[in-house]
């Protein structure tokens, strides 16, 4: 059955602290790895899409990286308007709907 | 920009009442969704749609139906509401094809007394 697995559940930075947030899966044919923000009371917003191991997105603070087993988000230099919690997701196998992970609520603290 | 649009923010119903939940997409999109969102859950997918009057059950499809009548509209339905239904509901679209991105209306927040 395909998974998605993100790590930590929760983070606390300090405001200039760089860090890293995981998310491994597994599902039989990657058709493609999602990264969602989501602010607290508010749907989740996309950020980016990953479809093959090697490729990288890059969008303000956040870099997404992807491998054949899971994904990182690299987060710059953050500011406490980057705590949200993000979601990482991948394409389920019956093609049009995707498997979320739990998420990983990010804390900035200035 | 993709608009998904629920119809409630907030909702409070009673045990046993019938509950329609409403969302609305102006993109012209195939595929419509309905999750659930509960903390440390994640998101869970009820049911999903991708095209008028067609339906699929997602993972956690019991004591919920849904409706697309109209390509744009697709409503979810709790038949009999419970307090186990107590949750954040979240509808998203998307296009059909490679980069089929889901975009995510601002969630209904339901609480079943």
């Known amino acids: 059955e395909d998974q998605v697995t993100q790590s930590p559940e929760a983070l606390r930075l300090q405001e200039g602290e760089s860090s890293s947030l995981n998310c491994s899966y597994t599902?039989?044919?990657?058709?493609?790895l999602f990264w969602y923000r989501q602010d607290p009371g508010k749907g989740p917003e996309f950020l980016f899409t990953l479809y093959s191991a090697g490729e990288e997105k890059e969008k303000e603070r956040l870099k997404a990286t992807l491998t054949k087993k899971e994904s990182f988000l690299h987060i710059t230099a953050p500011k406490p308007e980057d705590s949200a919690t993000y979601l990482c997701a991948v394409h389920h196998r019956r093609g049009n709907d995707m498997r979320f992970g739990a998420g990983t609520r990010l804390t900035v603290k200035p | 920009d993709v608009k998904v649009t629920q119809s409630s923010r907030y909702l409070v119903k009673r045990t046993g009442e019938k509950v329609f939940l409403e969302c609305v997409q102006d993109?012209?999109?195939?595929?419509m969704f309905w999750y659930r969102q509960d903390p440390g859950l994640g998101l869970r997918l009820i049911y999903f749609s991708y095209d008028v009057k067609m339906k699929e059950k997602g993972d956690i499809p019991e004591g919920y139906s849904v409706s697309r009548e109209k390509k744009e509209r697709f409503s979810l339905i709790l038949e009999s509401a419970s307090t186990n239904q107590t949750s954040m509901y979240l509808c998203a679209s998307s296009p059909t094809g490679p980069k089929n991105i889901q975009y995510f209306g601002a969630g209904t927040r339901l609480s079943v007394l």
């Open positions: 993109m012209d999109h195939e595929n």
């Open positions: 599902v039989s044919g990657l058709r493609g």
